[in-house]
């Protein structure tokens, strides 16, 4: 089950600062919610995991985070994430590429998000995959433009959203 | 219409006696196999799949046995051993019970966790960490015969492709000739999705293995308890258990519509782990692992064609079908038709020539094919006809109901020898559709839709008359594994005038014990309040095949009526003796013999058969009891005229079924209130796919709906007031002259309601669209086209 997110946001900090966080891999994925690096393999290469939770599901994913891109000239990157449950359950790939241009100081972000699901969380069905999606993604851009404010950044999984986006989803 | 000869204390046919197994379904006293409890019981859960396909690179039970309960963790690798991780499928193919390295669709049974309660099999399946390797699946049964295609199979000694097999009837020449001698031809690409029958009740089993006896008492939710007794001595004589130290018990079931036909890898796993501990386990289905698991019915993609003159005279029907079956073909079909029944598809035309052919596939989703409240594919086979009729009336600008009144069958041409070889038993087709059209008011709605379309609403008014093709069936061509689809009963009367009846079928709701002790009331006389009708014990019951197609009234009620005519019999001879009267002098009347001319002098049936166990002729065999296997001279062939009108919101195209009549022809009825329960259930399961089933896979072998939140199966909000009638033309061939009725409005409600759509819709040009139609794909159907 594929659920593709594209997002274009300001953040009112000049673009080389913006590219320093973006392109690098420890900033980026602290702003994922519910995400960590644990290892890093090599320059392009790094070892992680993703727990996320749906109401009374948990799924916990350790993957492999790769580098495709990353052109601080173009300020384009892209990444691929390869991630399988920790407990057999099924496995996510993610595609996930970012494009900044300078709007007078100011950047802005466009970014795409192509993620697949296989096993038990494509199962919940589209609608619930979507919203979680969509929530997960608002978090992060949220956790981005926190970060480089210099603000607090809310790495954890809000198990309290997501479960009011699935009853919502649910009623759809 | 209905004429009843016994009077209701006796209750016999036309009756609608009040059902007798409902006493205990509505006071919460059914014993259904989740209720079955047996000292020292484990309990067993499955790990499942989350890919379609994938190798199985390690199995890690170390966590799954630490949890407190816990006992085993079986993997294909322990059933290997026992030569037990394949199985046969009722097709000939085969069919993994646990895999030993490669899962072939979502869902499959990896692993069976073994512990002392529901909730620590539960705890373990969760712990149970399976690593595996995924492939790309292969989801499109198109794509499944390109020569890059993977070979799903390579199982299978020397299979190079993903091909099942091929089946044609007909003559491939003559058709073609008239197709391309005819004025017009109509042609549609449909695609009949796949479905789930969604029973309340799961499947689920208790395996009992008694080592001290080497005896298994297996009780299961099986439509066919005696077939699967054999089934069971067939693949498991090898480690002992042979036929005689089997028994099968049936309890109720809590419906079944063809899905508790096959054997599942769940029931196999639970009697092997019986055998190897002792102990009896029980292995009860969620409902998810039912939606996502078990049998589905129907995806059939068909091309279907029909040539005629351009007055609208039928000539020719042709269809091509390519089957989904899955990864492996576990259908359940008589051994001769791998496509079932579906050679009826030339309808309830008079035309001369027709040819079909099909072809099957494997691909990475669950295994099945199974007769949804459906003799074998009739449903996909009316589907086509009646929908490619009306688009032939489209096309020659024909109203449909008239298109087909002129092409009918008539009622003097019965027995009528179909194109594609069966043999109709009797019909009156053009009554039956005219009897619906007055019951609509046909030319009444017709005349409104005119009105209608000149303010821009869209009104549709869809027909569907099938023939069906029931009671499967004949020895000469019917077998399930080689065993002949005759069916058994057995009349024991007692001393007082009561009797037990034990039958080869199975109810699941059908109300078998209530019809069958009509039918024997009927030919005996005694209340059928006062027979004990039971099933579904493999070491009671005489042999039968079981209860699905709409067998059960052909086949094994036709049984009861044999046995019952052979004790008739025997009464007479008792009466004549008891009398001193010839044989010859007596005549009968529901429930006593009297001499011919002198009606003071007579004899009751309780009078007889007390006779029968205290003052029987010298030389008569003592008691009263009749067992009868019926072998069926020919199928049965119910009809069926069904009336949908339909209302489509022309902004939102929200389909509102406004009316819907069915009239039926099921032959003579033997409880009028049955047969309108199992016609208001099987149109509720027409509207199913009709508007809202299907089973939805993704490119990478998820299931989209495997949940019923998601899935939607209709219920007393979705469903409209149905409205039904009849026709009676008796089957000449079946001793009471009945034909059965269960999955006819399953087959016949699927095209009225879709043919009513699509006649709102045509206003777009449009002429077919596939099932379930939902206000969603109206709306792309429509944008897509440029339409709206």
């Known amino acids: ?172 | 219409m209905i004429q009843c000869k016994t009077s209701k204390a006796i209750s016999g046919m036309g009756h609608s006696m009040k059902r007798k197994e409902d006493a205990r379904f509505i006071q919460g006293k059914g014993n259904y196999v989740d209720d079955i409890k047996l000292p020292g019981m484990l309990y067993m859960d499955i790990v499942r799949s989350p890919y379609a396909y994938a190798k199985i690179k390690k199995i890690n039970t170390e966590a799954a046995l630490k949890i407190p309960g816990v006992v085993a963790v079986v993997t294909g690798k322990d059933l290997e051993q026992y030569n037990l991780h394949w199985m046969p499928t009722l097709m000939s193919d085969t069919q993994m019970v646990l895999p030993t390295d490669t899962v072939m669709y979502q869902a499959q049974e990896v692993a069976a966790v073994i512990a002392t309660s529901r909730y620590a099999a539960r705890d373990g399946k969760e712990a149970v960490i399976v690593e595996y390797e995924p492939m790309k699946p292969l989801m499109d049964p198109y794509k499944s015969l390109n020569d890059d295609a993977p070979i799903l199979r390579p199982d299978k000694p020397g299979k190079t492709d993903n091909h099942i097999w091929h089946w044609q009837a007909g003559s491939r020449e003559e058709t073609e000739a008239v197709f391309s001698n005819a004025d017009v031809v109509v042609k549609e690409q449909m695609h009949i999705p796949r479905i789930h029958v969604a029973s309340i009740e799961t499947c689920g089993c208790v395996a009992d293995y008694d080592k001290v006896d080497n005896h298994l008492t297996m009780y299961m939710t099986t439509q066919a308890p005696h077939a699967i007794r054999t089934v069971i001595a067939l693949v498991a004589g090898h480690v002992g258990l042979t036929e005689e130290k089997i028994r099968v018990i049936s309890p109720d079931i809590g419906g079944g519509f063809g899905g508790k036909v096959p054997v599942y890898p769940g029931y196999v796993i639970a009697i092997a782990v019986s055998f190897l501990v002792g102990k009896p386990v029980k292995w009860i289905e969620d409902r998810s692992e039912n939606l996502q698991a078990d049998s589905f019915a129907r995806d059939y993609h068909i091309t279907a064609e029909m040539a005629a003159t351009k007055e609208g005279k039928i000539l020719a029907t042709r269809f091509k079908i390519l089957a989904d079956h899955g990864y492996t073909d576990a259908a359940a079909n008589p051994s001769k038709f791998p496509i079932g029944m579906f050679s009826v598809c030339t309808g309830s035309y008079d035309y001369p020539t027709s040819f079909v052919e099909a072809d099957a596939v494997y691909t990475n989703k669950p295994p099945g094919g199974v007769a949804y409240r459906c003799s074998f594919r009739v449903t996909e086979a009316v589907h086509a006809i009646e929908r490619i009729t009306d688009r032939l009336a489209f096309e020659i600008g024909k109203d449909p109901a008239k298109l087909r009144i002129e092409n009918f069958i008539q009622k003097d041409q019965f027995p009528y020898k179909s194109p594609l070889g069966w043999e109709y038993d009797s019909g009156d087709y053009v009554a039956g559709l005219e009897k619906a059209m007055n019951a609509i008011d046909y030319d009444g709605l017709r005349a409104e839709q005119v009105e209608k379309r000149k303010k821009g609403e869209l009104m549709g008014i869809g027909i569907s008359t099938f023939t069906e093709i029931v009671g499967a069936g004949p020895s000469k061509d019917f077998d399930i594994l080689g065993i002949k689809m005759f069916d058994s009963a057995e009349i024991r009367v007692h001393p007082t005038g009561k009797a037990i009846a034990r039958f080869g079928t199975k109810s699941q709701g059908q109300g078998h014990e209530t019809t069958y002790a009509q039918i024997i009331a009927e030919e005996l006389g005694i209340p059928a309040e006062h027979i004990q009708v039971e099933e579904g014990d493999t070491d009671t019951a005489p042999y039968g095949l079981g209860t699905y197609a709409s067998r059960s009234t052909p086949t094994a009620g036709a049984a009861a009526v044999m046995a019952a005519r052979k004790l008739r019999d025997k009464a007479r001879k008792i009466a004549a003796y008891l009398l001193e009267v010839s044989e010859e002098d007596l005549e009968w009347e529901p429930g006593k013999f009297s001499v011919k001319g002198a009606p003071e002098k007579s004899k009751t049936i309780q009078e007889l058969v007390f006779a029968a166990y205290t003052n029987h002729p010298q030389g008569m065999e003592a008691g009263f009891e009749a067992t009868h296997y019926y072998d069926p001279p020919n199928l049965t062939f119910p009809s069926g005229a069904y009336i949908c009108v339909v209302d489509i919101d022309s902004e939102t195209f929200e389909i509102k079924v406004r009316r819907f009549v069915a009239i039926d022809d099921c032959g003579h009825i033997i409880n009028p209130m049955i047969v309108q329960g199992q016609v208001h259930g099987g149109l509720t399961q027409g509207i199913a796919p009709a508007m809202y089933e299907e089973l939805i896979y993704d490119e990478a072998g998820n299931i989209l709906n495997g949940t019923l939140m998601d899935y939607l199966v209709p219920t007393a909000v979705e469903s409209p007031k149905w409205e039904t009638g009849h026709v009676i033309t008796p089957s000449p061939h079946h001793p009471i002259g009945a034909k059965g009725v269960g999955e006819s409005p399953t087959v016949g409600a699927p095209p009225a309601i879709a043919n009513a759509i699509v006649d709102a819709l045509s206003v777009y040009g449009v002429t077919h669209m596939d099932i379930p139609i939902t206000p969603y794909k109206i709306w792309k159907k429509l944008k897509d086209t440029g339409k709206i």
């Open chain 1, 1 to 172: 089950m594929t659920t593709s997110i594209n997002r274009t946001f300001e953040i009112n900090e000049p673009i080389e600062k913006v590219w320093d966080s973006l392109s690098n891999p420890h900033e980026i994925v602290s702003c994922v919610p519910g995400a960590a690096l644990t290892e890093q393999v090599d320059a392009d290469n790094y070892k992680g995991t993703v727990t996320l939770k749906f109401g009374p599901v948990k799924a916990s994913y350790d993957g492999l985070v790769t580098f495709l891109e990353r052109n601080a000239a173009t300020k384009t990157m892209s990444l691929k994430g390869v991630g399988t449950d920790t407990k057999g359950k099924g496995g996510a790939d993610m595609l996930m590429s970012g494009v900044l241009t300078d709007k007078a100081g100011s950047t802005e972000v466009n970014v795409t998000m192509n993620v697949e699901v296989t096993g038990m969380l494509a199962q919940f069905g589209s609608r619930l995959i979507n919203d979680v999606s969509n929530q997960v993604f608002d978090q992060f851009i949220d956790n981005f433009s926190n970060k480089l404010a210099g603000k607090d950044v809310n790495n954890t999984m809000s198990a309290g959203s997501m479960v009011g986006s699935m009853v919502k989803g649910l009623f759809k």
